[in-house]
């Protein structure tokens, strides 16, 4: 049974919160942003993205805060997702991977981190060299207990329904694809 949630995975930088929102507000969802999330948790413990990235790999329990958030979403109805892990803990979602060359992601983040309290608060950068730094470290690290935690690649594209690449495609063409994708994905 197809569930009415959907789940946006992705690289780093590729849109993932703001298609989300976008995505949410049209189709009348609600949101979440396990990224939103797991900074908050940073904050409350006084650290970085980063700093709460890197004290994950020693101490599973800021992740696992995050994953039981995800997995008591795959209760609900009617939510847009965004989350690199979403996608494993909702597989009945309509599933949607956002791609990004990370030469381009560097500057989006840089933008979105200046527009955002709470980024700026928790990624604490102020060039894209310095995104791109923090960026790849982050990627890493996430990607070592993804794999470490649950045997999971977010970055294999073949687990998701719908791929879209945000740098041929403006916002608000890739909200209108996965719109227009996930009306057809509930019909068959």
Known sequence: MKKEIITICGSLGSGKSSTAKKVAE?????????????RQVGLELGLSVNETNTRAEIDPKIDEMTDQKLRDLNNKNKIVVDSRT???????????YLDLPTEIAKERILNSIKADKLREQSEQVKTSAEVLEKMTKRFESEQRRYWDLYKIDNTNKNQFDLIIDTNKNNLNEVVQIIVSEYKKWLRN
């Open 86 to 96: 979403a996608y494993h803990w909702i597989p009945k979602s309509f599933k949607i």
């Open 26 to 38: 049209i189709l009348g969802f609600k949101h979440f942003s396990s990224g939103d999330f797991f």
